[in-house]
């Protein structure tokens, strides 16, 4: 009988920095996201608002990993990365997961000039952004999960988007 490695040694995880650094690479190619999250006035779309350098926003305002900001320091809108639940699945072949973005805006920067929250905006753009891919790095198929309401503190509430995501081991 032939041994074969554990799912432990096939299960490859060196990727995983990379795939969150090409989603919010996806998300400052959009310009809407982009002026949504690092413009904090209700016309975040009008031209004189335009945000010349949008990695800027990358550590400060998209971050890869769940972040609280601080009630009295912080101010603005948050996008964040969690990759959750990874296990494998498909008689090993396969490993599932999933990706959340959680989407957060202070109280007083929700409400926008365009008929729509702020945070439902970002909503919308991100999965116009990433539910017609059919690969997002080493990432294979996406598919959406949930979405639902969050409070992150007293000052801040949003969305959580989720897909659950599909890759080969």
């Not at 432990?8 to 400052?28: A, H, P, T, Y």
């Not at 365009?114 to 891919?133: A, M, N, P, Q």
């Not at 790095?137 to 988007?161: A, K, Q, T």
Request: with cysteine; aromatic share 14%.
């Amino acid at each position: 009988m032939k041994n074969f490695p554990s799912i432990e040694n096939r299960v490859d995880f060196s990727q995983l920095g990379k795939d969150k650094f090409i989603i919010m690479s996806k998300i400052i190619e959009n310009d809407k996201l982009v002026q949504a999250i690092g413009c904090d006035f209700s016309d975040f779309l009008s031209e004189e608002r335009k945000i010349d350098n949008p990695s800027d926003l990358l550590k400060e305002r998209i971050i890869p990993f769940k972040f609280v900001p601080k009630v009295d320091e912080s101010k603005g809108t948050f996008l964040t990365l969690s990759f959750d639940e990874y296990q494998p699945t498909d008689g090993q072949k396969f490993k599932k997961g999933k990706i959340s973005f959680w989407i957060f805006s202070q109280n007083d920067k929700q409400y926008t000039d365009y008929g729509i929250l702020r945070t439902d905006f970002i909503v919308d753009e991100i999965h116009k952004t990433f539910c017609r891919s059919q690969k997002i790095g080493n990432i294979g198929r996406v598919e959406f999960d949930l979405l639902s309401g969050i409070s992150v503190n007293e000052n801040y509430h949003g969305s959580v988007l989720r897909y659950r995501v599909y890759d080969w081991m």
